[in-house]
């Protein structure tokens, strides 16, 4: 059972940034291609960054430019960088395993 956990959620004025962490867990013989999704309210999830085992990076292109993906592979974790943060980020982010594992969230809230 593998499993994910999120942090590095907040509040943040427009302009600010934050760091996600995810932290993977759980019977993991290989770590495959993790991402980040987001989910704002009324709207359906959608795709921000994946990252493969070698780092090969792909971004939305709403995020471009403003957020990178990174990994650990010796701590099975991954990270979200986000600047120059938008009030059209705020939504809760989600981790994702290749495989269907998914976390739990992090709330991500930017104000004007």
């Known amino acids: 059972q593998v499993q994910l956990v999120e942090s590095g959620g907040g509040l943040v004025q427009a302009g600010g940034s934050l760091r996600l962490s995810c932290a993977a867990s759980?019977?993991?013989?290989?770590?495959?291609?993790m991402g980040w999704y987001r989910q704002a309210p009324g709207k359906q999830r959608e795709l921000v960054a994946t990252?493969?085992?070698?780092?090969?990076?792909n971004y939305a292109d709403s995020v471009k430019g403003r957020f990178t993906i990174s990994r650990d592979n010796v701590k099975n974790t991954v990270f979200l960088q986000m600047s120059s943060l938008k009030p059209e980020d705020t939504a809760v982010y989600y981790c994702?395993?290749?495989?269907?594992?998914w976390g739990r969230g992090t709330q991500v809230t930017v104000s004007s």
């Open positions: 994702n395993l290749v495989g269907g594992f």
């Open positions: 990252i493969t085992t070698r780092g090969s990076t």
């Open positions: 759980g019977s993991i013989f290989s770590l495959g291609a």
